[in-house]
């Protein structure tokens, strides 16, 4: 309780409370994003509705009022994007506050100009629950992807003996076992150089009437995770295929970006330390086939991370792989390389032609889960070329190479995969592979990106 002199005597004077602000700058910014857009409501109020066309397609009211709210969008993400990423725990929590604000003075905040279908039980999640979430895309703890699994070969995989702790003679055992790890890992790969591969025929012939029902495209071609929803808007099989997926050649510089926000995913007989023998070796495999057998130009890049943790790996790889798009405006493809994690007992290989070849599977994030709906700051505007990308990918596997892969997962996060329409995240083999088997699987994987970026048979 505090005191002021009023008239002569002092009186009490009840201490009002203070709440937290953005301070008198960010307040009219907020001021003035508001009247932004209530003038813009004004605006399309006047402009009046704009009726869709005798084909059912937008008009170009709709497409100016789309890219008004677009535009209003990047605003006000300019202004309060900043307080999101990576609050810092002494900010405990302030922005999910404001954000909640926002939201309800601004409807095209989430997925103003996307869909809005569904109704978010939670308008807001823990940004943290939601980055160590997508940091971990990997699918061994689903029952149901094991069960798929059972079409292709899976063997026990073969557990190493471990040297004893302590002492010179467990130093001598570990040097050992490094030094016989590299010469199989070396002689794998010479053994490779002479046992050239034959790409294969088509095979199968898919019949797409049945796949115009949504359950048996279902049922054949996706996983769906538990955290997600898909719908028959999206996941339609003429949708799919009508995104032309071919690329050109006439522009100059790199066609195919190829790098890997888990860089320390290893095999089996990985040598550690040795990026070669990783996922990272696996995709310099990949490169060199796609440039000299195929005579595309690809960009491998080699940054790292993950190195202290995977906690954060998309949000810290998204500026450095932006910037190499920026640099290099020619590349029209991006493909995240991963390897799964799967149980011990379980290994994703195959004999293809009398090779052992690790089998691979394509992988899409929706940017939407059950509990929050479509999660606004995780907007992927190349949702739909994603998909088509990944569906056109698995359906020349399937016609081309009956049981290599597994069927396509679908998970609730985006995996910087908004980048450009035509980009893959492809979970190459699991941890217990080893690098023969993953090393083999480039020539068919390599083989089936062709077939669909050219788009001859």
């Known amino acids: 309780m505090n005191r002021t002199f009023h008239e002569g005597k002092w009186v009490a004077v009840k201490k009002r409370r203070t709440f937290p602000t953005f301070g008198k700058r960010s307040g009219g910014k907020l001021l003035l994003a508001v009247a932004f857009y209530l003038g813009l409501q004004a605006v399309m109020k006047s402009c009046g509705a704009s009726l869709p066309d005798a084909a059912g397609k937008n ?6 009022r789309s890219s008004l709210a677009r535009e209003a969008q990047g605003q ?3 202004q309060f994007m900043p307080g999101l990423a990576f609050v810092s725990e002494g900010g405990g ?3 999910f506050f404001w954000q909640e604000q926002i939201t309800a003075l601004f409807p095209f905040f989430g997925y103003g100009t996307g869909d809005t279908k569904e109704s978010p039980e939670e308008t807001t999640e823990n940004l943290k629950t939601i980055l160590l979430a997508e940091a971990e895309e990997g699918t061994w703890h689903m029952e149901e992807d094991l069960a798929e699994d059972s079409q292709g070969t899976l063997t026990e995989n073969t557990q190493k003996p471990a ?8 130093q001598d055992v570990e040097q050992d076992m490094e030094a016989l790890l590299r010469e199989e890992n070396e002689a794998a790969l010479r053994l490779q150089e002479f046992q050239d591969f034959v790409p294969h025929g088509k095979m199968n012939q898919v019949d797409l009437e049945p796949l115009r029902n949504y359950e048996t495209l279902i049922r054949q071609f996706y996983t769906i995770d538990a955290n997600t929803t898909a719908g028959s808007d999206q996941l339609n099989v003429d949708k799919l295929l009508g995104e032309d997926m071919r690329i050109s050649g006439d522009s100059e510089g790199p066609q195919i970006l190829i790098y890997h926000t888990h860089s320390q995913e290893a095999f089996s007989d990985s040598i550690p330390g040795d990026a070669s ?16 057998r195929y005579g595309y130009e690809v960009l491998h890049h080699m940054g790292q991370y993950d190195l202290e943790s995977r906690d954060d790996s998309y949000s810290v790889a998204l500026a450095d792989i932006e910037q190499v798009l920026k640099e290099y405006p020619s590349i029209q493809v991006v493909i995240d390389l991963h390897r799964d994690e799967m149980p011990e007992t379980t290994r994703l290989v195959m004999d293809l032609d009398g090779r052992p070849t690790a089998r691979f599977m394509f992988f899409n994030g929706l ?15 190349n949702l739909d070329g994603n998909l088509a990308f990944s569906f056109q990918m698995q359906l020349k596997a399937v016609e081309y190479y009956p049981n290599l892969t597994r069927r396509i997962y679908l998970k609730g996060y985006r995996y910087n995969m908004h ?29 089936i990106l062709d077939l669909v970026l050219s788009g001859e048979e």
């Open 419 to 447: 980048l450009r329409p035509k980009s893959l995240l492809i979970e190459l083999g699991a941890q217990n592979n080893t690098l023969e088997e993953a090393m083999n699987a480039c020539d068919p994987l390599a083989h």
């Open 93 to 95: 929590g302030r922005w």
């Open 59 to 64: 008009t170009i009211g709709d497409a100016m």
């Open 76 to 78: 006000l993400y300019m």
């Open 163 to 170: 040297a004893e702790e302590g002492g010179e003679e467990a």
């Open 367 to 381: 940017s939407r889960t059950k509990k929050t709906g479509n999660i606004a700051y995780l907007y992927n505007e």
């Open 277 to 292: 023998t990783s996922i990272m070796g696996v995709g310099e495999h990949l490169t060199q086939i796609l440039r000299e």
